[in-house]
């Protein structure tokens, strides 16, 4: 406040703070109200009035998964000729526009912004909900037909505390929606923990055999995944190129969301082929080298899981943490890398105010090993990795970025994507 009480029209506070707000803003006029925020939504709700009209919603949450779900969904909708939006990690793509992601979820005001350039209002509208956007109550007021949990693992402990608070910030997204189908993950703990809180249409997918929706036979390789579907005692075939278990699962999430919105099961199986990762998602960007946006303890173990289960024998991994974020996350990340790596290689990621040296000896600690060292230029790391993986002709996880096309040191937004690095690399080779 203190820094903007030079350009204050006029201030709307909070009645509680009113004498921290007098000392601040002397000769500003002040609007006291019981709750700025509500009545700031209620400014935003009459300046976008018909921003939701004719939307049909759909809510990915989820530490992991959630991204490559919404997008799956989204190309799922497209390929039925459905008009349909996208707000999520990768970016928004509003109808045919797509703009950079500044938040997973934007905030209260952007969301209306970007919902209010729909121009077909008979149209799909999939959005990753986050636990900072539930809990921030960006989403608030908008009725979502569907709410999806992927998962729930550790993320985000440097805003939510605990897990079960991360937990009661998920959960919002289904209690806020009791109109809406509930569909959820039952291999995971915190899923399971879910259906038990669920009144309304639940749908349940995963691996367990009382799922609705359940994937088995599963065949894992380099070029995909085969795997049966079974739904309502009708067994699918179903191929797909995206690698690992974790995918069959976005997979299984998808044909479930069109077949409860009303799409034919067997034309939805048969889009399944077609499916792409979303950007940077265990991205192969050449010959056995991969980009993923791993960033949590799951989410890499996930990842470097994967690769060994398609038939890499050895596999090498480079990753850093992003600074002034959960630190407790880093020792665990370096205890993953430690027994799933053959070798990895640490080095900086968005260090933000942090130093990045720091930051990668508390990475470190998690090691049981010698089997890592430590290059903290980013580019000179990947360097080192892609020189090991050809001489022992294994495969290279670059992990932690994945669609990132910058690094954020202390307040500076530097140009930086990994992919781009890897076939500069190459190239010069």
């Avoid at 939504?41 to 939701?52: C, E, F, I, Q, T």
């Avoid at 970007?114 to 636990?131: A, D, G, H, T």
């Avoid at 390789?221 to 690698?243: M, N, Q, V």
């Avoid at 294994?394 to 932690?400: K, N, R, Y």
């Amino acid at each position: 406040l203190d820094q903007i009480k030079d350009k204050v029209a006029v201030f709307v506070g909070d009645k509680k703070k009113k004498k921290v707000i007098v000392s601040i803003l002397k000769e500003a006029p002040v609007i006291y109200v019981d709750d700025p925020y509500k009545e700031f939504r209620k400014a935003v709700d009459k300046l976008y009035s018909h921003s939701l009209e004719g939307l049909t919603f759909i809510g990915v949450t989820g530490s992991n998964g959630k991204t490559t779900t919404a997008f799956v969904i989204y190309e799922l909708l497209k390929m039925f000729k459905k008009p349909t939006s996208l707000i999520g990690t990768v970016g928004y793509y509003i109808e045919d526009k797509k703009m950079e992601a500044t938040y997973t979820t934007p905030d209260y005001l952007f969301l209306r912004k970007l919902l209010s350039l729909i121009k077909k209002r008979n149209s799909y509208v999939v959005m990753e909900v986050s636990s900072h956007a539930l809990q921030q109550k960006r989403v608030e007021g908008i009725e979502f037909s569907q709410c999806i949990f992927t998962n729930l693992s550790r993320d985000h402990l440097d805003y939510h505390s605990t897990m079960q608070s991360y937990f009661k910030a998920k959960e919002r997204l289904f209690l806020d929606n009791p109109k809406a189908a509930a569909l959820v993950n039952i291999d995971n703990y915190y899923g399971r923990k879910l259906v038990s809180q669920i009144d309304n249409h639940l749908v349940t997918y995963g691996f367990k055999k009382k799922a609705h929706f359940r994937a088995y036979d599963l065949t894992i390789s380099k070029e995909g995944s085969r795997f049966t579907l079974l739904h309502r005692e009708k067994a699918y075939p179903i191929r797909i190129k995206l690698l690992g278990r974790h995918n069959i699962l976005n997979i299984l999430a998808g044909f479930a969301s069109l077949v409860e919105l009303g799409f034919n099961p067997d034309a939805v199986a048969k889009f399944l082929p077609q499916l792409n990762s979303p950007l940077g998602r265990l991205q192969l960007i050449d010959r056995e080298i991969y980009v993923d946006y791993a960033h949590t303890p799951q989410a890499l173990k996930t990842a470097l899981t994967t690769l060994k289960e398609v038939g890499y024998q050895k596999v090498v991994c480079v990753f850093g943490c992003g600074g002034d974020r959960d630190k407790g996350k880093r020792a665990v990340m370096g205890e993953v890398a430690s027994c799933l790596a053959d070798f990895t290689i640490l080095t900086s990621d968005n260090p933000r105010s942090e130093d990045p040296y720091q930051i990668v000896s508390q990475i470190e600690k998690g090691f049981k090993r010698d089997n890592y060292t430590v290059v903290l230029d980013r580019r000179e790391a990947i360097k080192k990795a892609l020189e090991i993986g050809r001489r022992q002709k294994c495969a290279v996880l670059i992990a932690g970025k994945g669609h990132e096309n910058y690094q954020i040191i202390k307040d500076r937004r530097i140009p930086f994507c990994d992919t781009l690095v890897v076939r500069e690399l190459l190239k010069n080779e």
